[in-house]
Each structure stands twice: as C-alpha cells, then as structure tokens.
C-alpha cells in the first residue's frame, strides 16, 4: 500500500517573508566583506576557545578570581565585535588647550 505525500504550498505571505530573511542574511554577508578589521573577526573564535580553556584551568585550581576577569573578557569581546570600528580620533593643540577632530572630516567634535 502506498501513502500519498501531503504537500503544503506556501501562501504568499510566508514566500515574501522568506525572501525577505534571505535578503537581510545577504546584506549582513555583504556588511562582513566590507569590514576592515575581518583578519581579527576571523581569529576571534579561536581566542575565544582558548580563553575559555584558560578559565576552565582557573575554575579548576581554586582560582574564580581569574576565571571570572578571563569570561569578563570574553564578553566584553564579543560586545566589541557586533559593532562596528569606530574611527580613530586626532587630536590638535589649540592656543587654549586640546582640541578633538573628527578624523573623517577633520572637523572640530
């Protein structure tokens, strides 16, 4: 005896929203290949593995103390690769005192 497949077409609504998650992965893809700080994203991950590593060691021989600086760290990594780097800022001796400029533009902040 054969049983037949049910087959569930998408309606509309769910094909757009697809299309629509499928776009925004490939902006983010695309976002990825235009950063200039990829080298370091890309070694991140292994830093990370060790790092946990060395905090597991710690944990292990009664040292919370750095096992909770090393996932401190790790955190606070993390947080700093989801945003993108900031420019760097110059700075200028004005006759009063220091001034900051927008390194972008060379405007005064």
């Known amino acids: 005896?054969?049983?037949?497949?049910?087959?569930?077409?998408?309606s509309d609504t769910e094909r757009i929203a697809a299309l629509q998650a499928k776009i925004s992965h490939l902006q983010q893809k695309l976002e990825g290949r235009q950063r200039t700080d990829l080298a370091?994203?890309?070694e991140v991950p292994k830093l990370q593995k060790k790092l946990r590593e060395f905090a597991q060691l710690a944990n292990d021989n009664a040292r919370a103390d750095i096992a909770n600086s090393t996932i401190a760290f790790i955190a606070g990594l993390e947080r700093m690769l989801e945003s993108p780097p900031e420019q760097p800022r110059r700075f200028r001796r004005a006759s009063e005192g220091m001034e900051m400029l927008d390194s972008a533009s060379g405007t005064l902040d």
């Open 1 to 10: 005896m054969t049983v037949k497949r049910s087959y569930n077409r998408r």
């Open 40 to 42: 370091v994203v890309r």
